[in-house]
């Protein structure tokens, strides 16, 4: 076998192993695109002004989670947290308040990690501008959003958690990006409808 071959090969494998390991964020990607409307949900949606509580709905992207909230700024909680849900970083914004309310969760986690959730963001990066994202806080209150902006940032970005001079109501919703690495942050601030 030549040295060409052998590194064809070896390529090969490594490039399977990490599809593998990342099967179900590329299983949801392909399903956005071959049908889309069968990953829309339409069940929060509605007008009603009360729903489930501590949730995160965005409707054209099949999205569903739990906003889990911590008391502390440490990988191990977020960590432990994500298993369930997305989390609401501590010191931003509540839901529906002056300012900017962070929520972050995985795009794609260890196929070996624990939870349900590991690609709860998986499509966050085909989002649309003008789409909303449902939130409710722990009262079950429902908060509209719309998105205004996508950008993609370094990881030690912090300028994302500002809460500005609390003029706005802003929702910013982060996964990391591109799949299988925490090299960079995909980032969608929407505001308050």
């Known amino acids: 076998m030549t040295i060409q071959k052998r590194i064809l090969l070896i ?12 099967l179900n964020y590329f299983s949801k990607n392909v399903q956005y695109y071959v ?7 339409n069940s929060e949606s509605s007008s ?5 509580p501590n949730l995160l709905f965005i409707d054209s992207l099949g999205i569903r989670a739990p906003i889990n909230y911590v008391d502390q700024a440490d990988e191990d909680v977020f960590q432990e ?11 931003t914004a509540k839901l529906g308040e002056n300012g900017n309310a962070y929520i972050f969760g995985h795009s794609s986690d260890n196929a070996w990690a624990k939870g349900d959730y590991k690609t709860v963001f998986a499509l966050l990066p085909q989002v649309e501008i003008g789409q909303e994202i449902i939130t409710s806080d722990d ?3 429902k908060y ?21 001079n609390k003029d706005k109501k802003l929702l910013t919703v982060q996964t990391s990006y591109p799949v299988g690495t925490a ?10 409808k």
Not at 48 to 52: F, H, S, T, V
Not at 144 to 163: A, C, F, G, H, M
């Open 48 to 52: 009603a002004e009360k729903m489930e």
């Open 144 to 164: 509209v959003y719309v998105v205004r902006e996508t950008k993609v940032i370094s990881p030690d970005d912090v300028s994302v958690l500002s809460q500005g």
């Open 35 to 41: 049908a889309p409307d069968t990953v829309a949900q």
């Open 139 to 141: 009262q079950g209150n």
């Open 11 to 22: 390529v090969t494998v490594l490039a399977a192993g990490w599809v593998a390991l990342n």
């Open 183 to 192: 090299l960079k942050r995909f980032v969608v601030i929407a505001e308050l």
């Open 81 to 91: 947290s994500l298993q369930t849900g997305v989390v609401h970083y501590p010191g």
